[in-house]
């Protein structure tokens, strides 16, 4: 994915990855009821996501179904690469260093990425 996405295009993109085709109205009933949203706001975070061609649409009758064209997982690799390039170099040691020096790894984590490295190993 070339172009990035606002924090507000992701809370619609989370509905279309969890749902999919879906009309505007129908992601408009999806998205989080603490956002508060208009139809209207979701219309316009549609086109924005079409204009990025992220999402893509289709015509049933006289609206749209619109779906992802960019899967969550090919996202979630661009945005961490993004991150860690910004913030650590591109380095995940100072990433999970800094995470540590501040208390924010808790035991479980450390078992869970302990176990990760050894199936990487392997």
Same mark, same amino acid.
């Given at each position: ?27 408009? *009933? #999806? ?6 949203? !208009? ?5 316009? &975070?549609? +086109?924005?996501? $079409? ?19 960019? *899967? #969550? ?6 945005? !961490? ?5 910004? &913030?650590? +170099?591109?380095? $995940? ?28 190993? !392997?």
């Amino acid at each position: 994915m070339t172009e990035r996405i606002s924090e507000a295009e992701q809370a619609v993109m989370e509905v279309l990855w969890e749902e999919s085709p879906l009309t505007a109205q129908e992601v408009a *009933e #999806r998205v989080p009821a603490e956002r508060d949203w !208009s139809a209207n706001t979701v219309k316009t &975070l549609l +086109g924005r996501l $079409l204009a990025k061609s992220i999402i893509g649409h289709e015509e049933d009758g006289r609206r749209y179904r619109y779906r992802p064209l960019v *899967e #969550r997982a090919d996202y979630v690799v661009g945005e !961490s690469r993004r991150f860690m390039d910004r &913030l650590f +170099g591109g380095k $995940l040691t100072p990433l999970v260093a800094h995470l540590a020096e501040r208390d924010a790894i808790t035991d479980q984590d450390i078992a869970e990425i302990e176990a990760l490295l050894k199936e990487l190993k !392997s």
